[in-house]
């Protein structure tokens, strides 16, 4: 295969040309470098290189400006922004940047198509009136604002030029109608200098100005990298472009052009690979490229039609790619430095003196948080401990107990919404992590360039009084680390090639696999981020989005010419704004197939293996026999036991390894908090009154003690946490209101005639359960809510706030109660029932439940039943405990029956 370079190299040196005298313009650095590679690989002896430059370089020569870069252009253009008289209200520059880009951008776009700006804007200025035609009768003050700005863009414009030109230099379209200006004088100069300008295709009017003129001087040449099979096609949009140039300009009605190859019709292999997500992409490249040899890699590119494949793609890498030149580079943006700075700007933005917990964790939980104070784990366990929602910086160093006071303040003290306080802070965080990360070669290249940005910020900063705001700072960070890289070092000429599509300018490759081929992606549709209107660029000759997808479908087509096989890629996975639509590329493809291709078509789908769920099974070894022993001497607690008929593997995880649950800030009150405040407010009202009968004047004096009550109660149950506002204000309104609905319910029973008399509350009860079977001993305990006689009737009662009915205490078959976690109410009221019976013999005694979710319902009494309608017996009595016994027995024995393992249950 013959290149596109080696065949214009050919032509060059068939002329006679003296290589060392001329000067070669290319599209890009990198065209212009596998240019200088190939005189290097097809030289025989040694000369002097030619000088080759892009055509960038190429037009700061001929204007003598140098290109300014943008970050700094936003602010010299806010300079001429505040000197333009005749606009009147001028925004911050936090407010402009959100727009100027924009601004920017349109006026690069008119001056590198050398469009006259005085009527431009006028038209413009007109456009933008019209837009406001329905409310010229009443103009408010706003509108005569907005349409005195447009009207205002000529004078903008001009202030911005002369501001940049003072110090020579320009934004590009500033520098290319410069150079355009110049080209006469150029010429004049180098008259004997001959110029060959290789590998274009959409120029804008600057660049077709200064090629028509050098070429008019007949010393210069330019070769184009079209197909004859495209060029022939007068539809086919490819060759739009050097068609129309060929067609147009007057040098070629004298000249033929340079190079019409023909490549496009010769055998081809396509293959077209339809992937769910990107990252099965990745995967199926990495597969792919496992295949070929390293002869066969050396001439194969991975062009990325999207960029952010480029890292999956990286991990996908198979081991037989040695070598790998990468043209682009991972974007700052993507490492989790600029992560941890981007939630430091966000959490200093809010500008509070009290810190909100999660924004404290998300910091001190980030690495970079950790390694810059040693005990950030230590501080994390002290607000969930203390249950601290919101804190103070001091109040924070006091919890953290550490000699790292300067980090925290510097991390956490309020920069007062100051934009030199944020950037020196950022300064001397990111120096501080430097440190710690010398040894860490990607962090440390990482910290490097970070520290590089936040120069750039503080220089700009002290260059120009604009950055007030954190917000401001923010901004300027995104943006620069959105455009700043990690660029990767390889051999740019041996190995696999992976590449963006703009770098495969003027390259040729035999194997091609480009990925990402969607519609939206390539071409990249239609994009409206301009104030410029689409008549008006029809008017004065701008591109539209139809010329650029033109430029797209060139770039395409190009790849394709002198390749022997392609795969292209696409993700047919609709989400979010991608729509799973192949590029209408492929479909030309399949459309206009020539007679010397093969077109094979895949679909790719992951491998879904279906494993069957095997529930998991735990031997009871001799130390988990052990650890039941303990709990067996201490005592089995009902809700122990319920875990156990729910799930043996819970009852094995919570009570044999002690495993809790994740502790962590409790924001919100969670059920559990909100069950034991209640539970320990009514304790404090009733315990009192042990032994004594309840009176009216009694609950209606503690009824006026609940404010008080439940706020203590909730100050030591919830810790730190806030209960003052939002949802916790409504939960701790809802505990309020459950217990003066209960203690209204036991007046309204006084005050009918009943006769409630307290025995126990919250009663500490154990009971030791014999077992011929087992060698040690076993116990039972527990702490029951209330015993109290109702009209003489013994009641042993449990309090839920959660919602419980009558069916939930109710049995028909005893055999279930120890299997079926929906009977584990009515199992643990009966294991209070029999404790109880220990220090007061039960006999026709009742247990239940009062659920303050269902207060209505009244003392929801446990009850057996021979079936589902029949009547049920309230009653407990020796009988009944007997009964329940056996199964509590038998439940007790399973557990510590060390042949039967701890088994998984299904949960449904």
């Known amino acids: 295969m013959q290149t596109f370079l080696q065949e214009a190299i050919h032509d060059i040196e068939n002329t006679g040309t003296n290589i060392s005298e001329i000067t070669c313009i290319l599209p890009s650095k990198r065209a212009g470098s596998f240019l200088l590679n190939e005189l290097k690989k097809n030289s025989n002896v040694t000369k002097f290189a030619p000088r080759i430059c892009s055509i960038e370089e190429f037009i700061e020569d001929l ?179 050097i068609r129309k140039y060929i067609n147009e300009w007057p040098y070629f009605k004298k000249a033929l052009p340079k190079i019409i190859a023909e490549n496009y019709g010769r055998p081809k292999q396509f293959q077209l690979v339809e992937v769910q997500k990107n990252i099965g992409q990745a995967k199926y490249v990495g597969e792919l490229l496992a295949t070929l040899s390293d002869e066969d890699l050396n001439k194969t590119a991975v062009v990325l039609g999207d960029e952010n494949l480029l890292v999956p793609l990286l991990y996908s890498l198979p081991e037989n790619v040695k070598n790998i030149n990468l043209t682009m580079g991972v974007s700052l943006k993507n490492f989790p430095a600029v992560v941890f700075f981007e939630m430091l700007f966000t959490i200093q933005q809010r500008n509070v003196e009290i810190l909100y917990y999660k924004d404290i964790l998300s910091i001190l939980n980030h690495p970079f948080g950790k390694s810059l104070i040693a005990n950030s784990s230590d501080i994390s ?3 969930t401990r203390e249950n601290i929602t919101h804190i103070s910086v001091e109040d924070l160093i006091k919890l953290s107990n550490t000699s790292a006071n300067e980090m925290l303040q510097l991390l956490f003290k309020n920069w007062k919404d100051d934009s030199g306080t944020a950037i020196i802070s950022s300064i001397k965080i990111v120096e501080k992590l430097r440190k710690i990360h010398k040894s860490s070669t990607i962090e440390s290249v990482v910290l490097l360039q970070l520290h590089t940005v936040f120069g750039k910020i503080e220089a700009l900063n002290q260059k120009y009084p604009h950055l007030k705001t954190i917000k401001s700072v923010r901004t300027l960070f995104t943006e620069l680390t959105a455009t700043t890289s990690l660029d990767f070092e390889g051999d740019a000429f041996n190995g696999l090639q992976l590449m963006g599509v703009l770098e495969t300018r003027v390259l040729d490759f035999e194997n091609v696999i480009i990925t990402s081929v969607n519609e939206g992606i390539f071409p990249s549709g239609k994009s409206n981020s301009s104030f410029i209107t689409y008549d008006l660029k029809q008017q004065f000759n701008l591109p539209l989005y139809s010329e650029k997808d033109a430029i797209y479908t060139y770039h395409f087509y190009r790849l394709l010419q002198r390749a022997k096989n392609i795969t292209l890629l696409y993700n047919n996975h609709a989400e979010g704004i991608n729509t799973g639509e192949k590029s209408r590329f492929i479909r030309q493809l399949e459309v ?89 407010t009514l304790e404090k009202f009733y315990q009192p009154l042990e032994s004594k009968v309840l009176t009216v004047q009694y609950l209606q004096e503690i009824k006026t003690r609940i404010h008080d009550e439940v706020t203590a109660q909730f ?71 209330r015993v109290d006689e109702y009209n003489g009737q013994l009641r042993i009662i449990d309090y839920k706030t959660g919602q419980v009915k009558q069916g939930d205490v109710e049995i028909i078959e005893w055999e279930e109660i120890n299997q079926d976690y929906k009977f584990s109410k009515a199992f643990q009221i009966l294991m209070y029932a029999l404790m109880m019976n220990k220090e007061l013999p039960i006999n026709n ?26 009547k049920r017996n309230h009653q407990i009595n020796a009988d009944t405990l007997a009964t329940f016994t056996v199964e509590l027995k038998k439940l007790i024995l399973e557990i510590c029956d060390p042949n039967i393992p701890f088994t998984e249950k299904e949960i449904a």
């Open 715 to 785: 100050k030591k149950t919830f810790k730190g946490g806030t209960f003052s506002k939002g949802k916790n204000l409504i939960i701790f309104e809802v505990a309020k209101r459950y217990i003066s609905n209960f203690i209204d319910r036991e007046i309204s029973d006084v005050e009918a005639g009943n006769s409630i008399k307290i025995i126990k509350i919250e009663a500490k009860l154990t009971l030791e359960i014999p077992f011929s079977e087992l060698d040690f001993p076993v116990n039972i305990h527990g702490k029951v809510d």
């Open 381 to 383: 366990e002290n607000l």
């Open 63 to 241: 204007s003598n400006i140098k290109i300014i870069d943008n970050t700094e252009l936003l602010f010299k253009s806010y300079e001429a922004y505040l000197k333009t008289d005749t606009i009147l209200n001028k925004e911050d520059f936090e407010t402009y940047s959100t727009w100027a880009t924009t601004l920017l951008n349109d006026f690069n776009e008119i001056d590198r198509y050398l469009i006259d700006p005085v009527p431009f804007f006028s038209y413009l200025a007109s456009i933008k009136t019209l837009e406001r035609w329905g409310v010229t009768n009443e103009k408010t003050e706003l509108i005569t604002n907005y349409l005195r700005f447009w009207e205002s863009l000529p004078l903008f414009y001009n202030t911005i030029q002369n501001l940049l030109l003072k110090e020579n230099i320009g934004y590009q379209g500033m520098v290319y109608r410069e150079a355009a200006a110049n080209i006469e004088h150029y010429i004049n100069n180098n008259k004997n200098n001959k110029h060959f300008f290789i590998g274009f295709n959409a120029l804008n009017t600057a660049e077709q100005h200064i090629i028509q003129e050098l070429l008019e001087v007949d010393n210069t040449e330019i070769y184009w990298d079209i197909d004859r099979i495209f060029y022939n096609d007068t539809k086919h949009s490819a060759s739009y472009f």
């Open 592 to 680: 206009e197939l020539q007679p010397n291709h093969t077109l094979k078509k895949q679909i790719l789908s992951p491998k879904v293996h279906i494993k069957k769920q095997e529930l998991r099974e735990i031997k009871k070894t001799d130390p988990v026999m052990q650890r039941l022993r303990e709990i067996a001497a201490k005592g089995f607690s009902p809700s122990a036991l319920t875990s156990y008929i729910r799930n043996p593997l819970e009852f094995y995880f919570q009570k044999i390894l002690r495993l809790n649950e994740f502790e962590e800030v409790e924001e919100t009150v969670a059920a559990n908090t909100l069950g034991t405040i209640v539970h320990d």
């Open 845 to 870: 005694a009742e247990a239940g439940i009062i659920s303050f979710k269902n207060l209505g319902s009244g003392f929801l009494k446990f009850g057996t039943k021979t079936s589902a309608y029949s």
